[in-house]
């Protein structure tokens, strides 16, 4: 491994990543701004081979790395102004010392994550939709300098869909085998990681860290999820950047500012980029946006602004590459809009029967993501039972984002004839961290989060009374005062 | 270090005990985590060539090996036919030959089928003996009627 490739992909993510959150304003807390610029970083990279070929410029080790300097930098200069400084100063960098509970958790989760890491730096891509695809792509334009080259050559009768894809993982491999590892692969696991950290701090702003650190390891110990940590794919990306969206169009909701929303609308944009079906579910997302807007009583105009904003910068990255790419820049003169299967064999109510059987209810469910959708399910009944009128937009939002993807997956057989259970079960993925969003924000997690707090906290209220009543000199009433305190 | 916060950790660590002894998470916990070590040393060691074929394992290896046999032959040879699985895996069920795209993300070997058009192109072949496979050039239309009579006399569906 090349360490030093390594490190200088590392910076570079995290600097275009950190452009791209300071020019929509996006503030965040230093430690996980690291982490979500990298996880952002890493997918603007991914376009810069694809833009290297859209100029006809050989794809070398030399015009990648002058492209991912001149990136660098520009993302880095452009929204310079807005950074704050500050958070570098000595005086504001506060450090408190973990409790032995979250250091319990943090050991747990990197614990798990260890295999994860290794298998993904160890071994080479395993699965055949990558093997028959980006990879390929990958590994021959390393030898031939160029996306179009000799793979499409070879006979493709059971192969086209998978190298028509958008060139996430292509690119990357690209990337990182001509600066890391021969088997690329190591851009998965910083998406992970940085995901996993962040996810963290997400729930760690609701709950106790105790639960936030369970609702992390209950996500990450899901059988299948695991997986894709390492075994390369599309979906574990996906998921990550379609919560990304997710989680920044609630904030919209919340500050109804517009830079946010627009960040929102990227995110969904690389979401697509990374699954072009990823369309399929943005779609009712927008009619969700603008019942959510117009409850709040925003503009006519500025609700159907947005929910189109919504649609055509998702729509644009995939007609980039649908429209454009493949059709003029591909040698196969195909389009994967022939990709679409209007008239499937079996319907949508048939697949919705099927999804439900074989993997949200009964089927494969357990095997495949253990106690992960019971548990959501656990929640969500107690929720509806004792919570319903408290029910708050926080938990509503990532709830109806759940039913979203819930409805839609059985629509993807529409969206390509080469669907089937295991699409779905991949798809599912982009459930998942909404389901803990939900969980966090309902009453029933909150409410026990809050038991916890108050339990550790009357000891602190008790050592504070006895700790003053050492320092005066007690007398009769102040014994007594310090006694109804501790009752208290 | 205070009783409470004492308390919710192992509160916590019995919570996880329990997670942990769920069949479905025990099962993905020794077969994903705990096993992890115990090859770990014996694969430190290992060099690219010798990861990819513990990760693709037997088709890998005959790609290579295929590939290395034709680039010694003269004249040179583009591509190979592959055997339907209707005929192989009755001798061989645990193995699947790859699709072309991968034999050539593979090795470079340029592959067909014989439900391919370009399948009367292939300058070579592979067929199964003594439950091995084996590679043979094609350098007539009859050496190709020969071969795609036996894949079909010895299919499984015509057994």
């Known amino acids: ?488 | 270090m205070d009783t409470r916060s004492l308390i919710i950790t192992i509160l916590t660590v019995i919570a996880i005990t329990i997670y942990f002894n769920i069949p479905v998470h025990k099962t993905w916990l020794n077969k994903r985590i705990l096993n992890f070590t115990t090859n770990v040393y014996d694969h430190i060691g290992m060099s690219l060539e010798q990861r990819r074929e513990y990760r693709w394992g037997a088709p890998y290896v005959f790609f290579r090996n295929i590939k290395q046999h034709m680039d010694t032959l003269d004249p040179p040879r583009k591509l190979v036919l592959l055997p339907p699985e209707l005929y192989y895996k009755q001798y061989m069920p645990n193995i699947t030959l790859s699709e072309p795209v991968i034999c050539y993300y593979y090795s470079g070997l340029r592959t067909t089928t014989v439900d391919c058009d370009d399948v009367r192109e292939a300058d070579g072949c592979v067929y199964v003996h003594d439950s091995q496979f084996m590679y043979e050039t094609i350098d007539s239309a009859s050496d190709m009627d020969k071969i795609l009579d036996h894949y079909k006399a010895n299919s499984k569906e015509n057994k």
């Not at chain 1, 015009?63 to 993302?75: A, E, G």
């Not at chain 1, 031939?144 to 493709?156: A, G, K, M, Y």
């Not at chain 1, 599912?428 to 026990?448: E, G, Y």
């Open chain 1, 1 to 488: 491994m090349n360490l030093a490739g390594l490190l200088f992909l590392i910076l570079a993510q995290f600097f275009t990543g950190r452009g791209l959150l300071g020019m929509f304003n996006i503030k965040l807390k230093p430690i996980i701004l690291f982490f979500v610029s990298e996880m952002i970083g890493v997918v603007m990279f991914s376009f810069i081979p694809m833009i290297i070929e859209f100029a006809h410029v050989p794809i070398t080790k030399t015009s990648v790395l002058t492209s991912i300097c001149i990136t660098t930098v520009l993302f880095a200069i452009i929204p310079f102004k807005r950074y704050d400084f500050s958070v570098l100063k000595p005086a504001n960098i506060k450090f408190t010392t973990p409790k032995l509970y979250e250091l319990l958790m943090v050991f747990l989760l990197v614990f798990l994550m260890i295999p994860s890491l290794w298998r993904g730096f160890l071994y080479p891509a395993y699965s055949r939709d990558v093997l028959s695809g980006p990879e390929a792509l990958a590994e021959y334009t390393l030898k031939e300098h160029s996306l179009d080259n000799s793979v499409f050559t070879v006979n493709l009768m059971k192969s086209t869909p998978n190298l028509l894809k958008p060139p996430f993982i292509t690119d990357l491999q690209i990337i990182y085998k001509m600066f890391v590892h021969p088997f690329g692969k190591t851009w998965l696991s910083i998406i992970v990681v940085c995901f996993l950290v962040w996810l963290y701090h997400i729930l760690r702003e609701k709950l106790h860290p105790v639960l936030a650190g369970a609702g992390v390891l209950l996500l990450l110990s899901i059988p299948e999820l695991y997986g894709y940590t390492y075994i390369l794919l599309w979906d574990y990306s996906n998921m990550v950047f379609f919560f990304t969206g997710y989680y920044f169009l609630m904030k919209h909701f919340k500050t109804k500012q517009q830079n946010i929303f627009l960040f929102s609308c990227l995110m969904f944009g690389f979401a697509t980029f990374i699954r072009l079906d990823t369309l399929l579910f943005i779609a009712p997302t927008g009619l969700l946006a603008a019942y959510i807007l117009w409850k709040d009583k925003v503009k006519l105009s500025k609700i159907i602004l947005n929910v189109a904003l919504l649609g055509i910068i998702p729509f644009i990255f995939y007609f980039t590459w649908v429209e454009v790419f493949v059709k003029y820049y591909l040698p196969l003169n195909l389009s994967t809009v022939s990709e679409l299967n209007l008239n499937p064999e079996h319907g949508y109510f048939e697949w919705f029967k099927a999804i439900n059987k074989g993997l949200f209810f009964g089927g494969l469910n357990y095997v495949l993501y253990g106690l992960y959708i019971y548990i959501f399910l656990g929640v969500l009944i107690a929720e509806t039972i004792f919570f319903r009128k408290q029910l708050s937009r926080d938990a509503a939002i990532p709830l109806i984002g759940v039913l979203i993807v819930y409805l839609c997956l059985p629509a993807m057989i529409y969206a390509t004839a080469w669907f089937n259970m295991t699409t779905a079960k991949r798809g599912i993925f982009k459930a998942f961290p909404l389901m803990l969003l939900f969980m966090s924000n309902s009453t029933l997690l909150q409410r026990f989060s809050q038991l916890i707090t108050d339990y550790e906290n009357k000891k602190d209220k008790q050592k504070n009374v006895t700790t003053a009543q050492v320092k005066r000199k007690p007398n009769q009433t102040g014994r007594k005062k310090g006694k109804k305190l501790a009752k208290q």
